[in-house]
């Protein structure tokens, strides 16, 4: 097709849904401990220029201890912080004239990150809103238009230009950029390892066995789904953290082939040199030697409130040190690189938008370096299966990013909380990505990859519409908490 002016879009309705799961095996990141969950789930209705209307989704757990982990606020809370960005982000779209859709984004960029945080909220918490919706505005866009995704992203339907969101890219010829883009039609899957994970049988107490025809342990992981790539969360406990990597170096270092680690610090250090300790000591370990040289990168170690104020010199002359929990706006990935971060973090959950500006940062500037240096790496948070893993994959496999962070499938056993109906109808549709096992619909992972070419449907990543009927609506947030009476 030729590329024409992207259309201008009015939204017409947005419903916002909760869904709740359990997880099969205790996840615990950096402060929490999870065992259950909702997902937030948006349906947005649209009107295209040319008068034709559509429906557009997109799904994300809502996460507690994430986008704000002061310990002063309770998980319901933070669930409310979310449900807040949701309910302004809902308000700003339904007021806005026709825009494309690029622009209904960065037009109300700056608003919603101030209206978020006259109220408390930061501007990761506050980009979750625009995160689902815009997902959902281009679903709706891709459906009208009868085009997958990538199909859409390469002509530039929702309009992508130079912006004042983004000064540093002033004059970037976004459509001849995204023209360029190659999707990727099959990714790895880096396997996630928590830090409760046990890591063989032994280390599952007498009785705490799943035993639901999934994996439980590291040693099993690698067994069923072949996964050659690992993201391994450390606690900031050096001795603990060194003799449970040991423990896991001993379970990869069986495999034949090449193996591939990144190492999470979950924010768990207050300072760079307080890490690059952890790394000298791991570097000097005969034990640790071959996990120490599949390790890609370092992802976000040092605590958000000092990350992007003091040089990270000490552990990037050792690995790659990318931002995650400290992107929060879009001059985060910029200020970074200032202080020798070399990489970002793409999630769905901070908005997609933001992962295709960031990749066109790494390639200005690494044109301007004359070689690779800057990058992205694919992460996750709990992208269950349906449109929210979708999604992802979808947005992972235009960036290019050939392995991405996978764990929803580990600890949340297929579609959990979604009715029968609903996994049926995404099986049916995505037979390469899913797979029914034991009367659950799952995702599918043959040697450590997955096959994306059934996302290349009408649509962001799928075709297949939530089944709603029996999800609850979501409740209005109880944000900002009210102020104590005085007596």
């Given amino acids: 097709m030729n590329d024409t002016p992207a259309p201008r879009l009015n939204v017409l309705s947005v419903e916002r849904f909760e869904s709740p799961y359990r997880l099969r095996l205790p996840f615990r990141f950096g ?11 948006v349906r947005v209705r649209v009107r295209h220029e040319d008068g034709r209307e559509g429906t557009g989704y997109a799904a994300e757990a809502l996460g507690a201890k994430w986008f704000d982990k002061n310990p002063a606020l309770s998980d319901a809370q933070n669930l409310d912080q979310l449900r807040k960005a949701l309910e302004l982000c809902e308000d700003a779209y339904l007021a ?8 209904l984004y960065a037009e109300h960029y700056r608003p919603l990150l101030d209206a978020g945080a006259a109220i408390g909220l930061n501007p990761l918490v506050t980009s979750y809103g625009p995160a689902l919706l815009d997902r959902a505005v281009l679903d709706a866009l891709c459906r009208i238009e009868g085009l997958s995704f990538w199909q859409a992203m390469r002509h530039n339907r929702p309009g992508l230009r130079a912006h004042a969101i983004a000064p540093d890219l002033k004059g970037f ?6 023209r360029g883009l190659e999707p990727l039609h099959t990714l790895a899957v880096r396997h996630t390892v928590g830090l409760l994970d046990p890591i063989v049988a032994a280390d599952q107490a007498s009785g705490a066995r799943v035993n639901d025809g999934l994996p439980e342990t590291l040693e099993e992981v690698v067994a069923t789904y072949g996964n050659r790539y690992f993201k391994l969360k450390v606690s900031g406990q050096a001795e603990a953290d060194l003799e449970r990597l040991r423990r896991i170096a001993s379970v990869l270092d069986r495999l034949d082939e090449p193996y591939f680690a990144t190492l999470d610090g979950n924010e768990q250090y207050g300072d760079a040199e307080a890490i690059a300790d952890l790394w000298r000591r791991m570097a000097a370990d ?24 003091q040089p990270v010199a000490a552990l990037a002359r050792h690995k790659p040190v990318i931002i995650d929990e400290s992107d929060g706006d879009l001059d985060a990935f910029a200020r970074a690189r200032a202080l020798g971060y070399t990489g970002v973090s793409s999630k769905a959950c901070k908005g997609f938008y933001k992962s295709v500006l960031n990749l066109a940062r790494c390639q200005v500037w690494n044109r301007a370096e004359g070689r690779p240096v800057y990058f992205m790496s694919a992460e996750d948070l709990t992208t269950q299966p349906g449109i929210s893993v979708q999604q992802d994959l979808a947005l992972v496999g235009l960036l290019g990013i050939a392995h991405v962070e996978r764990n929803a499938h580990h600890f949340i056993d297929g579609f959990n909380g979604r009715p029968p109906a609903e996994a049926q109808a995404y099986g049916a549709a995505h037979p390469d990505l899913y797979h029914e096992q034991n009367g659950h619909v799952r995702l599918r992972i043959r040697r450590g990859q997955l096959a994306l070419g059934s996302l290349a449907a009408a649509g962001f990543g799928s075709a297949v519409d939530p089944v709603l009927d029996g999800t609850a609506p979501m409740a209005r947030a109880d944000w900002p908490p009210a102020a104590p009476e005085h007596a």
């Fill in 173 to 178: 010829e976004f459509a001849t950029f995204l």
């Fill in 286 to 309: 005969p034990a640790l030697r071959r996990l120490c040289e599949a390790t890609l990168l370092i992802e976000q170690p040092i605590r958000r409130q000092v990350a992007l104020a």
């Fill in 96 to 103: 806005a004239p026709a825009l494309s859709a690029f622009d």
């Fill in 31 to 41: 402060v929490i401990t999870v065992t259950e969950g909702r997902q937030a789930i």
